[in-house]
T-cell receptor, first 114, second 108 residues
Framework: GAGVSQSPRYKVAKRGQDVALRCDPI?????LFWYQQALGQGPEFLTY????????KSGLPSDRFFAERPEGSVSTLKIQRTQQEDSAVYLC????????????FGEGSWLTVV | GDSVTQMEGPVTLSEEAFLTINCTYT??????LFWYVQYPGEGLQLLLK?????DKGSNKGFEATYRKETTSFHLEKGSVQVSDSAVYFC???????FGPGTRLSVLP
């Protein structure tokens, strides 16, 4: 597609509910990133894929967070047993993977846990 | 690990004023450096970048020079406009290590 597409754009979840956030990267982009952005803060790195391989998941805050990209294209970020502190914007981004290349961001999925 | 430090905001300027937003970094090797901008209600988008020492990135009147000796990548604009009001993020490397952002408000 023309840009990085994320869905849903807005999600309200009850505490304890599982959620799944979807990301469609730019076609052909090798690298895919997930970030968490709290209100008034910069994006915090969560995890990084190169094609289908998850090369870095050091930013995932707990084992309730899980990400996958099984065919090297679409990715899903799953949060199990959501907590209030999970409320944030979850940003997906992609790039061609070459050094110095621009990271293109989606508009984000706004998650509110009540 | 890699990290980015930005000057704290918010920054409020009058139209046509000179802007500097400081950014310093800590990293191993020779990272690429970026400035991203987030306009109200919009997603993050690249403003400019530099991939090696002494490179100058520029776009929309904004400039930043990659200074390896001072590990800095300060953002400057000679004459800001109301439409420049946004949050500016300095970022490091191809994995996107971001600073906390600096909110800029430009008053007419």
């Amino acid at each position: 597609g023309a840009g990085v597409s994320q869905s849903p754009r807005y999600k309200v979840a009850k505490r304890g509910q599982d959620v799944a956030l979807r990301c469609d990267p730019i076609s052909g982009h090798v690298s895919l990133f997930w970030y968490q952005q709290a209100l008034g803060q910069g994006p915090e790195f969560l995890t990084y894929f190169q094609n289908e391989a998850q090369l870095d998941k050091s930013g995932l805050p707990s084992d309730r967070f899980f990400a996958e990209r099984p065919e090297g294209s679409v990715s899903t970020l799953k949060i199990q047993r959501t907590q209030q502190e999970d409320s944030a914007v979850y940003l997906c981004a992609s790039s061609s993977g070459e050094r110095g290349n621009t990271i293109y961001f989606g508009e984000g999925s706004w998650l509110t846990v009540v | 690990g890699d990290s980015v430090t930005q000057m704290e905001g918010p920054v409020t300027l009058s139209e046509e004023a000179f802007l500097t937003i400081n950014c310093t970094y800590t990293a191993t090797g020779y990272p690429s450096l970026f400035w991203y901008v987030q306009y109200p209600g919009e997603g993050l988008q690249l403003l400019l970048k530099a991939t090696k020492a002494d490179d100058k990135g520029s776009n929309k009147g904004f400039e930043a020079t990659y200074r390896k000796e001072t590990t800095s990548f300060h953002l400057e604009k000679g004459s800001v406009q109301v439409s420049d009001s946004a949050v500016y993020f300095c970022a490091l490397s191809d994995r996107g290590v971001f600073g906390p952002g600096t909110r800029l408000s430009v008053l007419p």
